[in-house]
Nanobody, 125 residues
Framework: QVQPVESGGGLVHAGGSLTLSCAAS????????LGWFRQAPGQEREFVAAISWSASTTHYADFVKGRFTISRDNAKNTVLLQMNSLKPEDTAVYYC??????????????????WGQGTPVTVSS
């Protein structure tokens, strides 16, 4: 079991950058695929990005390709989401999640078993 805790959210102007961090406890962290999801007000939770246990494979939603970068450090049990060129439509609560599935191409919320509480990101125009 992995217990993610997100941090790094906040208020940023359009075009700005933020880096979200997810610190996770649990002996199985290094064997889990880690992902980021987001949920905007009145919207369903959606997949943002994921990274395989070895960090060799990443997968992104089309709307963040070229702007967001996911990375992980298994020695520190952390996963980062670097967000650049932020847009007002990126405003949402961002969640870190973990799954024992080996591929980061799983995009459904139901594929992930452990979730953090979320960190809010607001992008002003």
């Amino acid at each position: 079991q992995v217990q993610p805790v997100e941090s790094g959210g906040g208020l940023v102007h359009a075009g700005g950058s933020l880096t979200l961090s997810c610190a996770a406890s649990g002996r199985t962290f290094s064997s889990y695929t880690l992902g980021w999801f987001r949920q905007a007000p009145g919207q369903e939770r959606e997949f943002v990005a994921a990274i395989s246990w070895s960090a060799s494979t990443t997968h992104y939603a089309d709307f963040v390709k070229g702007r967001f970068t996911i990375s992980r450090d298994n020695a520190k049990n952390t996963v980062l989401l670097q967000m650049n060129s932020l847009k007002p439509e990126d405003t949402a609560v961002y969640y870190c999640a973990a799954t024992p599935l080996r591929s980061p191409h799983y995009r459904g919320s139901s594929d992930y078993v452990d979730w953090g509480q979320g960190t809010p990101v607001t992008v002003s125009s």
